[in-house]
């Protein structure tokens, strides 16, 4: 894997944006594109926004007018991607966080900010890369894995398991 160029832009005032959250959305780019063994330079771009912006663009670009966590928008079909000019690098698409979200989620799920915004970054990046759940089958679990797996590579571990125990 070559260079990896994480572009982020956050258009909201309503989340303060903790030291080292940029830095891990990188590290989740990374090793989303390392697990995958992603061959190449490549761009992404990561806008953090409110739940009213993430709402308008929701509404624009899918045509569901309601709040949503993260929204996915692949440039690349088909592992073919448009290539930047000037660096060659293939532009795999851009990723919108609504950072609302992400603090009501952490809080409903009993984790801390930092793994949401890892999750979601390691969710939306898979999308980009042509892995979808929409179907709620086989695609969905191999989705679900390898987001677990870079939040383990990461240092951020689910704090909840799938397996009940026998009291459970």
């Given at each position: ?53 993430i ?8 045509n ?71 179907d ?18 990461l ?14």
């Open positions: 894997m070559d260079k990896i160029k994480v572009i982020i832009t956050n258009k909201q005032k309503d989340v303060k944006i903790p030291t080292g959250l940029r830095m891990l959305i990188r590290r989740c780019c990374n090793a989303v594109l390392k697990m995958e063994n992603f061959e190449g330079s490549v761009e992404v771009s990561v806008t953090l926004v409110n739940n009213k912006q709402r308008e663009i929701n509404s624009i670009y899918r569901i007018d309601k709040v949503t966590d993260v929204l996915s928008f692949p440039m690349g079909e088909n592992g073919k991607y448009d290539t930047d000019p000037a660096n060659g690098a293939k532009i795999l698409g851009d990723i919108v966080i609504s950072m609302e979200m992400a603090i009501e989620q952490a809080d409903r799920f009993g984790h801390s900010l930092q793994r949401e915004v890892g999750y979601l970054t390691a969710h939306s990046m898979l999308h980009l890369l042509g892995y979808d759940h929409e709620n089958g086989i695609q969905r679990i191999r989705m679900r894995e390898k987001e677990e797996k870079v939040m383990t590579l240092g951020l571990p689910s704090s909840s398991s799938y397996v009940m125990d026998d009291e459970g």
